[in-house]
């Protein structure tokens, strides 16, 4: 149903152009995404050297039962209501399209004050995962002044359990960013391994206000806001196990087509992005009983903090008051698949 081919794609896309990023007190986090279908007449290769073997694939009308509705404050500050599960069904700020695309959305038809909280969702998978490889297939993704949006992971007692950050940025932002977030003992080391991703900070950890965390920049500029949703998104995977946690980004079009047959070899995909290397990071220690997270917040620690320095006018409390802001500010999700070693 949602095979549709690159040409035919520009056609339908919406002129959608906001990007965002977020930078927490607690974290700081940049997000990516992933999927398209490419030409199977072109791409086809049966890869039957997949060591993979999928283990939950979260997609279509069950998507929603699988996922936990977070509707306490946000802990990043942002000015954003959460709702349960079944006022976000009701305010069709969640759903399921009947192409199997699901939709997490912020409010964007209520009249709020300045300085007041707009409606938006964060969903956590009620399964954890220590390990594997994750396969996310984002069509869009929100973007756009004051919106901070993210997929990432997390394990119990942040930090202790740990946070990888996926596919994250604030405001306009153009590139994602991939972080993670750790107690005491983890650092991002130099190696030999090549990447394409631009080193940001090195320390992992988070002490005292200082929540920064260890992370690479993306090159491609597809990867975040408005140029993502414009090629109709693209896939972001992940691979964590004791080596360490690699990223890679594929724009829509350049999906390889083991991932599209769901017998991923992440040996055949090239030069990561990113890549933590367990050579100064102890991975189990480090990184445990984490839930998938997906969230859109609104200004905060990250968003709110670099609102003006990204180039949005007036306030992030205005922008949140600005409705119209937020017809951007959605993700629609193709699927989230989770690999283990076969
Ligand atoms: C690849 O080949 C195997 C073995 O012949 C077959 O079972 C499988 O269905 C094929 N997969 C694809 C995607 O063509
Ligand atoms: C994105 O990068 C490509 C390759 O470097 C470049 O040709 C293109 O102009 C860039 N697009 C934007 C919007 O910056
Ligand atoms: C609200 O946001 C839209 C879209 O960014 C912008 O065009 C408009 O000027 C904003 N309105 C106000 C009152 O700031």
Not at 114 to 139: E, H, P
Request: glycine residues 10%; charged residues 15%; contains cysteine.
């Amino acid at each position: 149903m949602q095979y549709i081919l690159p040409a035919a794609l520009l056609l339908l896309l919406p002129l959608e152009g906001l990007a965002h990023a977020h930078l927490d007190v607690d974290r700081i986090h940049w997000s990516r995404h992933s999927g398209s279908r490419s030409t199977p007449t072109l791409r086809a290769r049966n890869n039957t050297d997949s060591p993979y073997k999928l283990e939950d694939m979260y997609q279509g009308a069950s998507f929603l039962n699988d996922w936990d509705f977070f509707s306490f404050d946000d802990p990043t500050h942002g000015l954003v209501n959460y709702q349960t599960k079944a006022d976000a069904i009701k305010k069709k700020l969640a759903y399921v399209q009947g192409d199997g695309t699901t939709v997490l959305a912020v409010d964007d038809f209520s009249t709020v004050a300045v300085g007041g909280k707009r409606d938006s969702v964060r969903i956590s998978s009620k399964k954890t995962y220590n390990g594997g490889l994750f396969i996310a297939d984002f069509w869009k993704m929100p973007h756009g002044c004051s919106v901070w949006p993210a997929y990432w992971s997390v394990g119990p007692n942040w930090p202790a359990g740990g946070e990888i950050d996926v596919f994250e940025g604030v405001n306009e932002g153009t590139a994602n960013q991939y972080t993670l977030h750790t107690s005491d003992g983890c650092t991002l080391s130099q190696n030999n391994v090549r990447v394409k991703g631009v080193v940001g900070n090195a320390n992992c950890a988070s002490s005292g206000n200082d929540n920064t965390g260890c992370a690479f920049r993306e090159t491609d500029n597809r990867s975040y806001g408005k140029a993502f949703n414009m090629n109709s998104g693209g896939v972001y995977a992940h691979l964590w196990n004791s080596k360490g946690i690699k990223f890679w980004f594929f724009p829509r079009g350049e999906i390889p087509a083991d991932i599209s047959s769901k017998q991923p070899n992440p040996d055949s995909w090239g030069t990561p992005s990113a890549f933590f290397s367990s050579n100064t990071c102890d991975m189990p220690s480090h990184f445990y009983e984490h839930s998938l997270v997906i969230d859109t917040t609104l200004c905060g620690d990250w968003a709110g903090s670099t609102f003006s320095g990204d180039g949005c006018p007036g306030t992030c409390a205005q922008a949140v008051a600005n409705t119209t802001i937020f017809q951007w500010a959605k993700w629609k999700i193709n699927y989230i698949a989770t690999y283990q070693l076969a």
